[in-house]
Structures are given as structure tokens and as C-alpha cells.
């Protein structure tokens, strides 16, 4: 077991680079196989074990991958041989059902066990098989919640979401890059990383139009050819440094970033009192005073993340006022509040709602992170308390934050990981 022990205190200072992002990379490994060909991808979070994990899928069904560099990987899948993924290789991480998609669209047919991933209410996927069924699939979940998506043939279809999925979008978009017609989805989501998984199936020679927007039109295409892809920055992890910097009263510059994309982040952070300025990849965050209360509601994009809700309360916990945050697309998503109470924080969470009242300080104290983005949210509050913060079950972090110990130590965070024997080792120990 291993766990962060954090010394807060110290406001965060000088320049941070974000890696690949996650999302977008997770939803384009398991494209790369609907190209039967060698493709290249750069900029990719190597060593977060959500990346680790789909190379293992990809090794599983017959992929060979060789890493060039750090952030850089050859995926060779004409070997690809199997559509069967077990619950050993799924129960990681819930984009693993990014492959029902893909193998469909590879093969008419995939047996992929249902996903893990970190729970934050219920995360049905009946929009993903209403999708795959009017492609022509026929889908049926056993009882060991294994799906079995198999078609003769698929044909290109009107679909529309009954509400804005991502992982709804991507898993259609897979499985109709290569079906014959034109699929559109209407009411289709928009985030950053809809648009990279669009512009990287295009480069492999697929016709998706109007990615970015809420009607994508797929024209299905023979055949995928390989290429050579890079990744675009991580919007959550650019939107974690950008808060961390204004919690702490620090000045970072947050580079290797899309501005556009941190735009309803930004405004928020402006709202809070702290200065913000674009460059062309970059942005800079300051704060020098309490920061404001203000109020916030997560919406699908352009609005604000959900993946940003936990990390953004932990400033409104040491604001000047009360604050409302309002959750709309997760029904369980407040758990952490009680992690940052124990800190001295103020917050009443009740359903989707948090009422957040700003205390002067958070103060040291031992926490756990009970998903990846609270655990993002634990780390900044241990940086702007004060004393000695520990946050245990940090594998949730390593999921989703590439080299975040050397990263945050770069801009001045007292922060270490720390081996720690797992106690119930101890006591059953001789
Ligand atoms: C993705 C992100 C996750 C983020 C979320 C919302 C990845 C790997 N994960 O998750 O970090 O928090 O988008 O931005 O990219 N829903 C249904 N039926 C479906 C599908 C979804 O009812 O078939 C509901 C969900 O329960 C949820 C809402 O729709 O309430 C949005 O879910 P969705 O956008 O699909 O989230 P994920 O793709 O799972």
C-alpha cells in the first residue's frame, strides 16, 4: 500500500506541463484495432494505470505494442484475433467497454464483460446498446453481466441520445466508422476528447463530421488505414494544477494546454477572485487573497466538468461566503465532502446538491481518496492546509495522474509517496 503525506501550506509557484489526456486516449486505443494497420500514438499518459490497463486488453486480443518513448506507442493490430474480453481485464476501468464498439466495428461482434471504473451512482449503458441495436447488432447481457453484441452486418443509422453520453457517443462512433451508410447521432456529446477520438479515426481514413457539435454524421468506410495520431492535453488535469495554484495563493503557468477548452473552468476561477491569463498553449493562474464564494452547477460540455466538481469545492471550502454546487450528471458524486470535513471544511451534501459554507483554513489530517478525481481534490486541500495531510487508497490517483508527485514537488508542493505496510498484513502477520 502506498499513500501521499503532504505539508501544506506553501503557495504553488512556477511552471507545470500536462500530459496527454486520459479520456481521449482511453476512447482512441481501442479505435486503433478498427484499422487492421500499425498506428502511432503520441502524447499518450503512458505510465497512468488506466493506460496500463487498455494495453493489457490490447495485448489479450492479439495487438502487439511497442513503446518508443515515454509518451509514445505503435499499436500493430493486424494480429487481432479475439473478441472476447473477460472481467479480470474489464473490472479495472470503466472504458474498457470501449471495445464492444471497437470489436463490433472490427469483427460483427463482441463478448466483453461490463466495465468497473469509480463509482459515482448508477452507470447504466442502455444508450450504448440502443445505439449498437439500431446498427442492426443484436445485444443481450447475461447473468454474469457479460454482453454479447453480434450483427450479420452493420448498417448506418439515425441515432439519438435519450440524454448526453460521452461514453454512448464514442462506443456508436466505433462501432459505425466502418458500418456501410451514414449513422448520425443527434443529442451527441461534445467534449474536447469526442472531437480527438473524431479527428484520430479521420486520420485512419474514416468520413466523421461535426464532432464538437451535438449531430455527428459518420459515413461508414471500408477500410481504416494506420497513421500517426498525438493526443490533446488533459483538460482535467490542466483544470486540477489551475485550482490547485488558486488555493494555495500561488502563481503557476499551466502549460501544454488548449485554452478553449478550460474556458468554463477559467470563468469560475475569475468569479473566485483569481487572475487568469491565455496564452497560445498556456495559461496562468494567480491568486493572492481569499478567495470568493460563488456558485456552481456541472453541466455536459461546454459547461462546467463534473470532473472538476470535487477539486473546485475544496476553494469554495476556504472561500469568503456560501456556495452552492449543484451536480447534474452523477447521482453519488459528494462522497469526498466527508473526507474534506474531517479537514475542518463546511459542507452540507444532500442528493445532487452541496452547500458549502468558506471557513478561514482547512487543517491537516488523515484522508482517503474514494475516487480518482476526489483524490485529486484531496491532494489540493492538503496543499492549502495546514500541518501534515495523509491521503491513503492513492490508487485511484495513479489512474488518472501521470507523474503527479514529481509534477506538484516541480512547483513547489512539499508532497512524497510513501510506502506504508498494509495493516491487515500486520496484524495477520506471524
Ligand atoms: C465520461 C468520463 C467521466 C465523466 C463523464 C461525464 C471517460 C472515460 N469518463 O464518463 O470521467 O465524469 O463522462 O463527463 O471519458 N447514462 C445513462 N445511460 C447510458 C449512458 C449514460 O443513463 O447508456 C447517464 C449516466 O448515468 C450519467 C450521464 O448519462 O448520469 C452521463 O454519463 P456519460 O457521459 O456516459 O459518462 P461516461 O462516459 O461514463
Known amino acids: 500500500m502506498e499513500k501521499f503525506v503532504i505539508n501544506g501550506g506553501t503557495p504553488l509557484k512556477g511552471e507545470v506541463e500536462v500530459s496527454g489526456a ?40 492479439g495487438a502487439q505494442i511497442r513503446v518508443i518513448n515515454k509518451n509514445t506507442i505503435e499499436i500493430d493490430s493486424r494480429n487481432v484475433n479475439s473478441y472476447v474480453i473477460s472481467h479480470d481485464m474489464t473490472k479495472h476501468l470503466r ?5 464492444i464498439g471497437a470489436l463490433l466495428g472490427r469483427f460483427s461482434r463482441a463478448k466483453v464483460s461490463m466495465p468497473g471504473g469509480c463509482y459515482l451512482g448508477p452507470r447504466p449503458i442502455d444508450q450504448h446498446i440502443k445505439g449498437f441495436e439500431l446498427l442492426g447488432a443484436t445485444v443481450s447481457v447475461d447473468d454474469n453481466a457479460i454482453v454479447d453484441a453480434r450483427a450479420d452486418k452493420l448498417i448506418g443509422s439515425p441515432i439519438y441520445l435519450d440524454m448526453v453520453s460521452v461514453g454512448a457517443t464514442v462506443n456508436i462512433m466505433l462501432a459505425a466508422v466502418k458500418a456501410s451508410g451514414l449513422t448520425v447521432i443527434e443529442n451527441a456529446a461534445k467534449e474536447p476528447h469526442i472531437v480527438d477520438l473524431a479527428n484520430f479515426l479521420n486520420s485512419m481514413g474514416a468520413d466523421v463530421r461535426g464532432a464538437g457539435t451535438d449531430v455527428i454524421k459518420i459515413r461508414g468506410v471500408e477500410q481504416l488505414h494506420g497513421c500517426t495520431y498525438s493526443i490533446i492535453p488533459d483538460q482535467i488535469e490542466a483544470g486540477t494544477f489551475m485550482v490547485a495554484a488558486a488555493a494555495t495563493k500561488g502563481d503557476v503557468l499551466i502549460k501544454n ?23 497560445d498553449d498556456a495559461v496562468r493562474v494567480s491568486l493572492n487573497k481569499r478567495p470568493d464564494k460563488c456558485n456552481i452547477k456541472t453541466m455536459p460540455h461546454p459547461g462546467f466538468p463534473t470532473d472538476m466538481q470535487s477539486q473546485m469545492a475544496v476553494l469554495l471550502a476556504i472561500a469568503d461566503g456560501t456556495s452552492i454546487i449543484s451536480e447534474s450528471i452523477w447521482s453519488n458524486r459528494f462522497k469526498y465532502t466527508e473526507q474534506l470535513n474531517r479537514m475542518g471544511a463546511n459542507i452540507k451534501a444532500d442528493g445532487q446538491l452541496a452547500v458549502v459554507q468558506g471557513v478561514e483554513r482547512l487543517k ?24 501534515t495531510t495523509e491521503i491513503e487508497d492513492i490508487y485511484h490517483i495513479d489512474r488518472g495522474y501521470e507523474d503527479v508527485v514529481e509534477k506538484f514537488s516541480g512547483i513547489g508542493a512539499q508532497i512524497k509517496r510513501v510506502y506504508c505496510p498494509d495493516p491487515d498484513c500486520l496484524t495477520n502477520a506471524g
Not at 259 to 276: D, F, M, Q, R
Request: glycine residues 6%.
Open 22 to 61: 486520459k479520456n481521449a486516449a482511453l476512447a482512441i486505443i481501442p479505435a486503433a484495432i478498427l484499422s487492421q494497420d500499425v498506428c502511432t500514438i503520441e502524447n499518450l499518459p503512458c505510465s497512468i494505470s488506466d493506460i496500463g490497463y487498455m494495453m493489457k486488453i490490447l495485448r489479450q486480443i
Open 257 to 279: 494546454v488548449i485554452p478553449k477548452h478550460l474556458e468554463s473552468i477559467s470563468k469560475k476561477l475569475i468569479e473566485c477572485g483569481a487572475t487568469v491569463e491565455e496564452f
Open 364 to 387: 491537516g489530517a488523515p484522508v482517503k481518496a474514494d475516487d480518482l478525481r476526489a483524490g485529486a481534490a484531496m491532494i489540493i486541500a492538503g496543499l492549502c492546509a495546514s500541518g
Open 95 to 99: 472504458a474498457s467497454y470501449y471495445f
